[in-house]
């Protein structure tokens, strides 16, 4: 079993920034890639970005050149910078570790004011 605990999100006005972060524990061994997907209210979850053991990283086209994934594999820990966000960012964001089974942490909401 994995278990995922995001935290971070919040309110912030369009153009701002804000920082995710998912922390693993369990039997982290299992985890190959971890990723970060959104559901907006009425729509089906999306993949945002991923990101390997090694490395590589893989980002919707709508997230391009403005959000940056990254992982310390030291701290089992991935992150999300998400920088000029814009309000169709809104959504709630949940962290995704994926191995022989896929887990999801809770969720945590990112609302961007017009």
């Known amino acids: 079993q994995v278990q995922l605990v995001e935290s971070g999100g919040g309110l912030v006005q369009a153009g701002g920034s804000l920082s995710l972060s998912c922390a693993a524990s369990g039997t982290i061994f299992s985890i190959n890639a971890m990723g970060w997907y959104r559901q907006a209210p009425g729509k089906q979850r999306e993949l945002v970005a991923t990101?390997?053991?090694?490395?590589?990283?893989n980002y919707a086209d709508s997230v391009k050149g403005r959000f940056t994934i990254s992982r310390d594999n030291a701290k089992n820990t991935v992150y999300l910078q998400m920088n000029s966000l814009k309000p169709e960012d809104t959504a709630v964001y949940y962290c995704?570790?994926?191995?022989?089974?896929?887990?999801w942490g809770q969720g945590t909401q990112v609302t961007v004011s017009s």
């Open positions: 990101i390997s053991k090694a490395g590589s990283t």
């Open positions: 995704k570790a994926a191995g022989k089974l896929d887990y």
